[in-house]
């Protein structure tokens, strides 16, 4: 079974308890996690999240079967430094939905890599665990992550008001998608040459 897939200068690879401090650190900033329904965390909060994500991965790679939950590190592809982050999580009572998620680290911010993360989850889910579609959110104003989901092709499907409190400020969810046949035949066929 692949462990991991490269574009360019980056490498998508599964989530391994060496990456956890890496993680921890960056889910501990304030910037970062700005417009997230999570965080800042400490590293406890942290590495209690994503052991037991890691410990399936690894049980079921040890098996040569597909993780159920699929969390990957992303690295620049020659010295290994650390980009972020990014998952996909399968929707309950809908198989073959998965709501996609990536946190690029700061000192990373536009360099195209929440991008190139949103562009490998498109691939991994349409190819790798045959979805029939992505969902996406985010809150208000995060314009970064909006504006990447739309280049990606997900449709906006709609808002949920007053979703989360954060500082004593209300924020909106918004919600969107991406389905399988919106996908063009010649764009998956790009990116199968990229990943495969």
């Given at each position: 079974m692949k462990l991991e897939w490269s574009?360019?200068?980056?490498?998508?690879?599964?989530?391994?308890?060496?990456?956890?401090?890496?993680?921890?650190?960056?889910?501990?900033?304030?910037?970062?996690?700005?417009?997230?329904?999570?965080?800042?965390?400490?590293?406890?909060?942290?590495?209690?999240?994503?052991?037991?994500?890691?410990?399936?991965?690894?049980?079921?790679?040890?098996?040569?079967?597909?993780?159920?939950?699929?969390?990957?590190?992303?690295?620049?592809?020659?010295?290994?430094?650390?980009i972020g982050q990014c998952a996909l999580f399968p929707i309950e009572f809908t198989n073959g939905n998965y709501l996609i998620g990536y946190q690029i680290d700061d000192s990373q911010w536009r360099k195209g890599y929440g991008s190139a993360a949103c562009e490998f989850l498109i691939y991994y889910a349409f190819n790798v665990l045959d979805a029939f579609r992505i969902t996406g959110d985010c809150t208000e104003g995060n314009v970064g992550s909006e504006k990447i989901m739309i280049r990606s092709g997900f449709q906006s499907e709609g808002r949920q008001r007053k979703y989360w409190l954060h500082k004593g400020k209300w924020y909106d969810r918004l919600l969107f998608a991406l389905l399988k046949e919106d996908v063009s035949k010649k764009r998956m066929q790009s990116l199968r040459a990229i990943y495969t």
């Amino acid at each position: 079974m692949k462990l991991e897939w490269s574009k360019d200068n980056i490498v998508f690879s599964y989530c391994t308890e060496a990456d956890l401090k890496e993680i921890a650190e960056m889910l501990s900033k304030e910037s970062v996690c700005k417009y997230m329904f999570f965080g800042p965390n400490t590293e406890e909060d942290t590495i209690a999240y994503f052991s037991p994500l890691i410990s399936s991965i690894e049980e079921s790679l040890k098996e040569d079967k597909i993780p159920h939950i699929n969390v990957f590190t992303i690295r620049e592809k020659d010295t290994g430094e650390f980009i972020g982050q990014c998952a996909l999580f399968p929707i309950e009572f809908t198989n073959g939905n998965y709501l996609i998620g990536y946190q690029i680290d700061d000192s990373q911010w536009r360099k195209g890599y929440g991008s190139a993360a949103c562009e490998f989850l498109i691939y991994y889910a349409f190819n790798v665990l045959d979805a029939f579609r992505i969902t996406g959110d985010c809150t208000e104003g995060n314009v970064g992550s909006e504006k990447i989901m739309i280049r990606s092709g997900f449709q906006s499907e709609g808002r949920q008001r007053k979703y989360w409190l954060h500082k004593g400020k209300w924020y909106d969810r918004l919600l969107f998608a991406l389905l399988k046949e919106d996908v063009s035949k010649k764009r998956m066929q790009s990116l199968r040459a990229i990943y495969t």
